[in-house]
């Protein structure tokens, strides 16, 4: 019945000569804010800025089953180098936990409240070898709350949540002098090869890790892909693609013995740019890592298929505090 008296009412409208009126949205002459230039990578304002991040690292079985399920979490607080009077970017990681397939999730002491200055090195590496200036020696001899020892491959990925964080946020988000970078994205739809691109950096870590390791980064791609929303913030949403990568990392469980990893990688994802302060306001992330170990005893070689899934927020201090 309601249908009936909608069409007799357009019906008696045509007649009379009324034409209703129809909106579809904003016309090809409204897409001026799509057209515009964007100065990414400038100077990020001196407010106080409060992160979160989520790893989930999933692996299978050459089956295709899912193994199991490792999540790292990741709990930093940044000080800007003008406001905290440092050389570079002061950083604190309030909180670090990691819950292990089905085990609970546990802090890990060593790196509660280790503060930092971080500032990119000029090459990526700093004069001790460290890739992004990242200080090896925090990550040595890992335990959790319990007293219990992580894993040479766990106390990696404690150790990589901070290169993935600064990766995202300092080398992919920042201008990078000399080199093509996020400054260069001007226009919605613009792409460049970014000055990553096929660069390798060394991946040792400590004496689990050993020298020699190292991760290749394919031809990266970062493109301007478009304007979204985040937290109530204007953000320009650029899209990064590291193309073909490959490591190769020498593990070392024991003194006497030595594991040979070599495997290949694709991750890409998207990173959220407030364009009014220039800090990110979130980043996702999805990377896919296919590997071969070969050990010194039987099986002898062992192939491993992994996702990884990041998320990266940029929170108020108010949910900072509350979680």
């Known amino acids: 019945m309601k249908n009936k008296i909608m069409l007799m009412i357009l019906s008696l409208m045509m007649i009379c000569g009324i034409a ?4 579809a949205g904003p016309s090809v002459k409204d897409d001026a ?12 304002s001196q407010q106080i800025q409060y992160f979160m991040m989520e790893s989930k690292l999933l692996t299978y079985a050459l089956d295709g089953k ?10 930093l607080k940044c000080v800007p180098a003008k406001t905290a ?9 309030t909180r670090f936990t990691v819950q292990l397939g089905d ?3 546990v802090e890990v002491p060593a790196i509660k409240n280790w503060t930092y200055v971080f500032k990119v090195p000029p090459t990526g590496i700093d004069d ?8 090896h020696a925090q990550f040595a001899n890992l335990v959790d709350a319990s007293g219990k020892a992580l894993a040479p491959d766990k106390s990696y990925h404690v150790y990589n949540a901070f290169i993935d964080f600064h990766g995202f946020c300092d080398i992919f988000a920042e201008r990078i002098e000399g080199g093509k970078s996020v400054q260069d994205l001007k226009r919605i739809g613009q792409r460049i090869v970014h000055a990553a691109a096929n660069t390798e950096a060394p991946v040792n870590l400590g004496s689990s890790i050993a020298e020699g390791s190292t991760f290749k980064n ?22 990064f693609d590291s193309g073909e990568s490959s490591f190769k990392m020498f593990v070392k469980p024991a003194p006497d013995m030595e594991m040979r990893v070599v ?7 998207d990173i959220y740019i407030d364009l009014l302060t220039n800090w990110v306001k979130k980043v996702t992330m999805y990377e896919l890592v296919v590997s071969e170990v070969t050990l010194p005893m039987p099986p002898n070689k062992v192939n491993s298929v992994i996702e990884r899934d990041i998320v990266v927020r940029n929170v108020s201090a108010d949910e900072f505090e509350r979680r």
């Open 20 to 23: 209703p009126v129809l909106t």
């Open 33 to 44: 804010i799509l057209r515009q230039t964007f100065n990414l990578g400038c100077e990020r």
């Open 66 to 75: 899912r193994v199991s399920t490792d999540v790292f979490r990741l709990r």
């Open 85 to 93: 009077g440092t050389k570079g970017d002061q950083w604190t990681c």
């Open 103 to 105: 085990e609970p999730e």
């Open 128 to 135: 001790k070898g460290q890739t992004l200036g990242i200080d």
């Open 218 to 239: 394919g031809q990266v791609t970062m493109e301007l892909k478009g304007l979204s929303r985040v937290a109530r913030a204007a953000c320009a949403m650029v899209g």
């Open 263 to 269: 495997g290949s990688s694709h991750y890409k994802g």
